[in-house]
């Protein structure tokens, strides 16, 4: 079965540090999403794209975080300087796109401590 | 803007049957989602309803009521392996396209 990867599952870095996290959705899927997910809560959403454009990042904190998706295929979401309250759940998704009835598939999320 | 509000948690007898609310205001409604998420574990989809009415899945149903904007997810015969958090997420159209909004999730703890 067709599943979203997500690497690293665990990251552990210092405050000011970079970061980057990478996300490879189902094939032929054009909408990807980024999540943030802080324990406890539901995920927030972070950046879409649909193919390699950026439908929405009005979420994103673009002074420290960017994302892209140059092929309109995997993704990478980056973070730099890392700060203590980005550690956080960041889960990838994607969805066949279009205006019917798309169901999100999620990956296994990364989960970043910043110490 | 968008805003879901859910119970933060509930508790339930194995067995049993629990209705879990979720309440919505968006201004570009396009469907509303149930997910279910484990502790530590990515959200799994659980049902889908754009329309008014029940959707029934197994032991799993989902209800919504645009005019109300709410929507409830009704679990039978409790298991314990249900106990996770169950996330309300309203698909929403604006001038961005579609985006997903989720709730905070209702944590369901399942008891013997």
């Known amino acids: 079965e067709a599943e979203v990867a997500q690497s690293p599952r665990y990251k552990i870095t210092e405050k000011s540090q970079a970061v980057a996290f990478w996300c490879d959705p189902i094939?032929?899927?054009?909408?990807l999403y980024w999540y943030r997910q802080i324990l406890g809560q539901g995920p927030e959403l972070l950046v879409q794209f649909q193919d390699e454009s950026v439908v929405d990042d009005s979420q994103l904190p673009k002074d420290r975080f960017s994302a892209e998706r140059l092929k309109g295929v995997d993704s990478t979401l980056k973070i730099q300087p890392a700060e203590l309250g980005d550690s956080a759940m960041y889960l990838c998704?994607?969805?066949?796109?279009?205006?019917?009835?798309?169901?999100?598939?999620f990956g296994p999320g990364t989960r970043l401590t910043v110490l | 803007g968008q805003n879901i509000d859910q119970p933060t948690e509930m508790t339930a007898t194995e067995g049993a049957i629990v209705q879990i609310n979720c309440t919505y205001q968006?201004?570009?409604?396009?469907?509303l989602f149930w997910y279910q998420q484990h502790a530590g574990e990515a959200p799994t989809f659980l049902s889908y309803n754009v329309l008014d009415g029940l959707e029934e899945k197994g032991r799993f149903s989902s209800f919504l009521s645009r005019s109300k904007g709410y929507s409830y997810l009704l679990l039978k015969e409790l298991q314990m392996k249900d106990s996770a958090s169950y996330l309300c997420a309203v698909r929403d159209e604006d001038r961005h396209g579609q985006n997903f909004v989720f709730g905070p999730g209702t944590r369901l703890s399942v008891l013997p």
């Open positions: 094939s032929g899927h054009a909408t």
């Open positions: 968006t201004s570009g409604f396009n469907g």
């Open positions: 998704a994607s969805s066949l796109g279009g205006i019917s009835y798309n169901e999100q598939f």
